[in-house]
């Protein structure tokens, strides 16, 4: 096969878009971008495409640019890779769940930051999480046993967590129910 060609702007088959611009204005805008890092100007805000935050507006961590979350998932993983190629028996199961723990942890405070934030909506997330934690405080905690009051509990919590989150998500982002 050939080469492809690329449509021109002059063709009548292609329609020119509405923010297009002639090559003169892209240079001048690429010369007035430059002047202003000489200058060490900021620059001006970029254009969202679809309306979607951009990767240097992600929330920041809370201990700035050490990559604790990163480095946590790596952790689980190894654990989870070793307990895996071990063959198998006690030590083997503990390496495996302490690997799940510790890469959902990480996963899980990534999705507290983005949702908190109001960058991105973890609502379902999080509230599958409080109804988990219900069902081990029931369980556990208070001694239930009966499955029907467990999965009752954890539907009550899901429903009143998951009301609570998106209210939250809805006040941080600006009125968004989800992103």
Excluded at 60 to 82: C, D, K, N, R, S
Excluded at 101 to 128: D, K, M, P, Q
Aim: glycine residues 12%; without cysteine.
């Amino acid at each position: 096969m050939g080469k492809r060609s690329r449509k021109r702007a002059g063709d009548g088959a292609s329609a020119a878009s509405a923010d297009s611009s002639t090559r003169a204005e892209r240079d001048a805008a690429r010369r007035a971008r430059a002047e202003r890092v000489r200058k060490g100007l900021p620059e001006p805000a970029a254009r969202r495409r679809g309306g979607r935050p951009g990767l240097d507006e992600r929330p920041p961590p809370l201990w700035g640019a050490f990559p604790l979350t990163e480095l946590l998932v790596l952790a689980g993983i190894v654990l989870m890779a070793w307990g895996f190629l071990e063959d198998g028996g006690r030590e083997a199961n503990a390496k495996l769940a302490a690997g799940l723990a510790i890469a959902s942890l990480a996963g899980l405070e990534l999705a507290v930051r983005e949702h908190v934030t109001g960058f991105r909506s973890h609502t379902t997330l999080l509230a599958g999480v409080v109804a988990i934690l219900t069902i081990l405080a029931l369980g556990l905690g208070a001694g239930v046993d009966i499955l029907g009051w467990l999965l009752l509990g954890a539907a009550v919590a899901f429903a009143a967590a998951f009301a609570a989150l998106r209210a939250l998500f809805r006040r941080r982002s600006g009125g968004v129910a989800f992103r």
